[in-house]
């Protein structure tokens, strides 16, 4: 098993109608992600690589350092959680891609991100 096994993602995700403006094709969610290490040995994120595809097939890349301005270490049997947000042009996107981490020992690894939807909720009367 790699160290990539032993990190779990989850992902939830919000839309956030007070913050957008459907008539300007302007459409803002939040997204918290939880990294779970349920391996034996400390692991720190180094650096992150999302893939965010709206509707219209338009992609947007956004690679950098660590998450919000961080670079956590996750102790075996803890997780990260962190909340972060996209704006897209159309009501409807996904996102997914990586990140970069590496282990106590200076092994470096990928632990891939599953895709997951960002979608406005349709308002019904």
């Not at 509707?55 to 049997?77: A, C, K, R, S, Y």
């Not at 704006?87 to 891939?112: C, E, N, W």
């Amino acid at each position: 098993m790699g160290c990539s096994d032993n990190i779990e993602i989850k992902s939830e995700v919000e839309f956030l109608e007070d913050q957008s403006k459907p008539e300007n094709n302007r459409f803002v969610f939040s997204y918290t992600i939880r990294i779970s290490n349920t391996g034996n040995e400390t692991v720190k994120l180094m650096s992150r690589h999302w893939i965010i595809t709206d509707e219209n097939n338009t992609v947007e890349e956004v690679i950098g350092d660590g998450v919000v301005g961080q670079q956590p270490e996750i102790t075996p049997g803890n997780t990260f959680s962190y909340t972060s947000g996209a704006i897209l042009k159309t009501q409807v996107g996904t996102m997914h891609g990586s990140y970069k981490m590496i282990s106590a020992d200076s092994r470096r690894f990928d632990v891939p991100i599953q895709p997951f939807l960002l979608a406005a909720k349709s308002k019904i009367h």
